[in-house]
């Protein structure tokens, strides 16, 4: 059966982390049958890491903040989580399944495909982010 999504549903969760005044800071796609729905939102990065278990596979979008002295702003993440003991077949049908959640989620500075958990540490997404993100004052004192 082909995958589906709740473009509905999933654009509301998607908003909701975009904007800068909710304290939701990140959110979970995940498989309902054959259907991808929002999952779990939170705004603790520390709280979607323990979504991130070795049998699920899922899809998330992350704000974090990052910049340098001279300024601040929110960056985006899409995050492909690929348990360890997810099987082959479902492991190669999330690939295909992203298209569906970037239908959605169409802005972010960077895609991360992870399944080892120390790759979800939150300096190495922020550091990632921070490559993609432009000029970097950091070096220059004030």
């Known amino acids: 059966m082909a995958t589906k999504i709740d473009k509905e549903a999933c654009r509301t969760a998607y908003n909701l982390v975009r904007d800068d005044g909710s304290a939701v800071i990140w959110v979970t796609f995940k498989y309902d049958g054959s259907t991808i729905v929002p999952g779990e939102q939170g705004a ?4 979607f890491i323990q979504q991130c278990t070795d049998d699920v596979r899922l899809f998330a ?21 690929i348990g360890e003991n997810v099987s082959g077949l479902q492991r190669a049908k999330t690939g295909t399944d992203k298209s569906l959640v970037k239908e959605v ?4 500075a960077k895609e991360f495909v992870i399944s080892d958990r120390k790759e979800l540490d939150e300096d190495f997404i922020k550091t990632e982010l921070k490559k993609a993100g432009g000029a970097n004052y950091d070096a220059q004192t004030e």
């Open 44 to 47: 603790e990065y520390q709280d």
């Open 61 to 81: 979008f992350v704000r974090f903040t990052t910049g340098d002295a001279m300024s601040k702003r929110s960056k985006f993440a899409l995050i492909t989580w």
């Open 105 to 108: 989620v169409q802005n972010f």
